[in-house]
């Protein structure tokens, strides 16, 4: 099972509208949660941060269902500029090193049209 | 400029020649990355740093070689370039490993022939 999974789209949705995504991670201790954004041929930025209680920024509303191991992301009013990848991140498992990555799903694609 | 800056943004190289790809970041970050990101494959990590002179391998290292002599850079080097290593390189950084999350460079993209 992958660590890190969301549905591919592409959501095709008109401006205006509200659209979510979801995604799901296998790591039950996972406690850090972010969703970044990827535009066509440029590099992932960080959207915005997931908390435990959920949290708001602007049109873009992110939520956390520990005991479903899901986090998700609702954009409401889409603009014609949302139209990008969206990533949903999760920290990974601890590593032999000692370490802990996070770990990239593979993107939600949105396409907002006129 | 401060940073996390690439180079270079485009590169095509040869089928067994080494090329090596530079990252270079200003915030005196500790944790540094290397990702390639493929269609289908999303982005997959190559290499990490958690401080200079300490560097571990990711899930897809072979291949590939890293240094990270001073804490600002974390070159990348192809030792013998091949054609499935042709794909979107990205450089990142990080002050805490997981916490706040990862800004990455603005990508090389690598064609090999």
């Known amino acids: 099972r992958k660590e890190v999974e969301q549905d591919p789209g592409p959501f095709n949705v008109p401006e205006g509208a509200t659209v979510a995504f979801n995604c799901t991670y296998s790591?039950?201790?996972?406690?850090?949660f972010f969703w970044y954004r990827q535009d066509c041929r440029k590099e992932p930025k960080l959207l915005m941060s997931?908390?435990?209680s959920g949290n708001e920024d602007g049109r873009f509303t992110a939520q956390l269902n520990r005991a479903s191991q899901y986090i998700s992301l609702l954009i409401r009013d889409s603009k014609l500029s949302d139209s990008a990848t969206y990533l949903c991140?999760?920290?990974?498992?601890?590593?032999?090193?000692?370490?802990?990555?996070?770990?990239f799903g593979t993107g939600t694609r949105l396409l907002v049209s006129p | 400029d401060a940073g996390i800056t690439q180079s270079p943004r485009y590169k095509i190289t040869e089928t067994g020649r080494q090329v090596t790809l530079m990252c270079h970041q200003t915030?005196?970050?500790?944790?540094m990355f290397w990702y390639r990101q493929d269609l289908g494959h999303g982005l997959r990590l190559i290499y990490y740093?958690?401080?200079?002179?300490?560097?571990d391998k990711g899930e897809v290292p072979d291949g590939y070689v890293v240094s990270r002599s001073k804490t600002e850079n974390f070159p990348l080097t192809l030792e013998s370039a091949t054609r499935s290593q042709t794909s979107v390189y990205f450089c990142?950084?990080?002050?805490?490993?997981?916490?706040?999350?990862?800004?990455f460079g603005s990508g090389t993209r690598l064609t090999v022939v």
């Open positions: 990142a950084s990080s002050f805490s490993q997981v916490d706040y999350g990862y800004t």
């Open positions: 790591n039950s201790a996972s406690q850090s």
């Open positions: 997931v908390y435990s």
């Open positions: 991140v999760v920290n990974g498992r601890w590593m032999n090193t000692g370490f802990q990555k996070l770990v």
């Open positions: 915030w005196s970050h500790s944790y």
């Open positions: 740093s958690a401080a200079a002179d300490i560097t």
